[in-house]
């Protein structure tokens, strides 16, 4: 059930715009089944692309593992740059135009990834990343089940359950951002900036330490 609650979650919001009616606005910006990656004003945006980062650094030299057995799910991702652009491009059509070229009702849901990763990608990634800094020594790593991942997260986490890593690690989110091309946007950082990334969120994690 967990694997699915990301789509639920997206109908529940389509229905309450739905449910505005006719004299609703109708319009909804979702960004939340996408993962957002990178740095703000030199700052790492903390979020679900690197788990991972926080396992490898407090269990440093005892090597990497996957997620929650669903190391072959995917979700889509996106540069916190490039949603930021998405952002503007919404405002300036607000600010200018009125809102009136944004869709409404089940369009009206606007999806930012430009990218795309599996679970097990993410965990080799954040590996790579911890060995380069020397901080394991073996770069290999496996899919675990749903108990033993929420073991591997209470380490540094509080509150983590086997429900919790299904949703986190176990899901499939794919999205299609053919909406906010359609208004303009036009998202410049890719499959290099990705890889980049694991580097830069595993070097603020481990400053921290």
């Not at 309450?16 to 996408?34: C, I, K, L, Q, T």
């Not at 053919?178 to 998202?187: D, E, F, N, Q, T």
């Amino acid at each position: 059930q967990g694997r699915d609650r990301p789509r639920r979650l997206d109908a529940a919001c389509v229905r309450g715009v739905e449910s505005s009616g006719p004299g609703g606005d109708g319009r909804e910006f979702d960004d939340a089944r996408d993962d957002v990656y990178g740095w703000a004003r030199d700052r790492a945006v903390q979020c679900r692309e690197y788990p991972g980062a926080g396992v490898c650094a407090e269990r440093a030299g005892a090597g990497a593992r996957g997620g929650g057995g669903g190391g072959g799910r995917v979700w889509d991702h996106v540069r916190v740059e490039d949603l930021a652009e998405l952002y503007r491009v919404l405002v300036v059509e607000v600010l200018e135009k009125g809102g009136a070229g944004l869709p409404t009702g089940k369009e009206g849901v606007i999806f930012s990834g430009n990218g795309r990763h599996s679970w097990m990608e993410v965990a080799q990634g954040v590996a790579d990343a911890c060995y380069e800094e020397g901080k394991i020594t073996d770069r290999r790593v496996e899919s675990v089940g749903l108990a033993e991942g929420a073991k591997l997260l209470s380490s540094y986490l509080d509150q983590v359950d086997e429900e919790m890593v299904e949703l986190g690690l176990s899901s499939n989110s794919r999205t299609v951002a053919s909406v906010a091309r359609r208004l303009g946007w036009k998202p410049t950082r890719g499959e290099e900036a990705w890889r980049k990334g694991f580097q830069e969120n595993v070097k603020a994690v481990l400053e921290k330490r």
